[in-house]
């Protein structure tokens, strides 16, 4: 009798021990999938890296202006970016991280990012040992609808994208519709800036209003020289070359000088675009940028200006 109740109690213990096993190992197993559903992996130009599925401190070198569109508004940034003259309200409380390409790792480390976003591949090693670095070159993504489909995928607000590409392709339209209705469609448009002593030609993906003429409003630089510009970008000419570059509008990035100083000058009064007054004359805090804000209220402001031509 003692020795079958010996081998109840063995066969009770041995149960309860295999029970308390199962329990445990459904415990690890469930941290371990809470933990890898909290994360992702995406692929890279450095390869594959994880990164939170909802990050909630991101530090972004780049990209800010989508990052606020799909409601991600960043922790720190870089301290021209906090000036961006159409992110000015929008970028108040984010913190300063120095200056642009060449970010303070001290002052990233503070902000405790669980996410960096940047355009620079040279910071990379730096960065990833901070936090997951993603780092996206400056003009991979080339137009609004790239970079805000990038950045919904990456982030998870498809949703957010595309509602918002809705809105600007709806705004781009009308704007288009407007001009198309009073402007030529043979009507060559040059992207120019003034800078000092040099002159810069620009195409349709390098700020300056490349993205709002060429890409929005699907106008096309002087026939002469689309192919090079379109390619390279961005070319150097001396004021002798503007006969060459000029196209029948300018749009001009110049800050030192007025519309009524160019109609002085001796070269470019001989111009067809200034004689017709279709030269607009802006500064480098509203052209230079082009993200996809920066470049819906460019579209609206040059609209503005091409309708009042007629």
Not at 5 to 25: D, E, Y
Not at 28 to 41: F, G, I, Q, R, V
Not at 186 to 213: H, T
Not at 221 to 250: C, R, V
Request: hydrophobic share 40%; aromatic share 10%; glycine share 6%.
């Amino acid at each position: 009798m003692l020795l079958q109740r010996r081998k109840i109690i063995a066969s009770l213990f041995v149960g309860l021990l295999l029970l308390l096993t199962a329990c445990g190992n459904t415990t690890t197993s469930a941290t371990k999938e809470s933990e890898s559903a909290d994360t992702k992996k995406v692929q890279t130009m450095n390869g594959e890296i994880e990164i939170p599925i909802n990050p909630k401190r991101i530090v972004a070198e780049e990209y800010i202006a989508t990052l606020i569109v799909l409601n991600e508004k960043p922790i720190g940034a870089p301290g021209l970016t906090l000036e961006n003259y159409y992110l000015k309200d929008a970028l108040k409380g984010v913190t300063s991280i120095g200056t642009y390409g060449k970010p303070s790792t001290e002052k990233i480390i503070g902000l405790k990012p669980d996410l960096i976003i940047t355009g620079n591949g040279d910071n990379y090693e730096a960065l990833s040992k901070i936090a997951p670095t993603v780092v996206i070159p400056y003009g991979e993504l080339k137009n609004a609808h790239e970079e805000l489909t990038y950045f919904g995928q990456l982030l998870g607000n498809e949703q957010e994208a595309k509602e918002w590409l809705a809105q600007y392709d709806q705004k781009i339209a009308d704007a288009k519709a407007q001009v198309d209705a009073i402007i030529s469609a043979d009507a060559s448009f040059s992207i120019i800036e003034d800078a000092g002593k040099k002159l810069y030609v620009y195409g349709d993906n390098f700020g300056r209003g490349g993205q709002p003429v060429y890409q929005a409003l699907g106008r096309k630089p002087p026939a002469k020289f689309a192919d090079e510009i379109m390619e390279k970008q961005w070319a150097e000419i001396s004021e002798e070359m503007l006969t060459e570059y000029a196209g029948d509008y300018i749009i001009l990035t110049a800050d030192t000088r007025t519309l009524e100083d160019f109609k002085k000058d001796p070269i470019w009064s001989s111009l067809p675009a200034v004689k017709n007054d279709h030269l607009y004359i802006w500064p480098e805090e509203r052209s230079w940028y082009y993200d996809p804000t920066a470049v819906l209220a460019q579209v609206e402001e040059l609209t503005k200006w091409l309708t009042s031509k007629k």
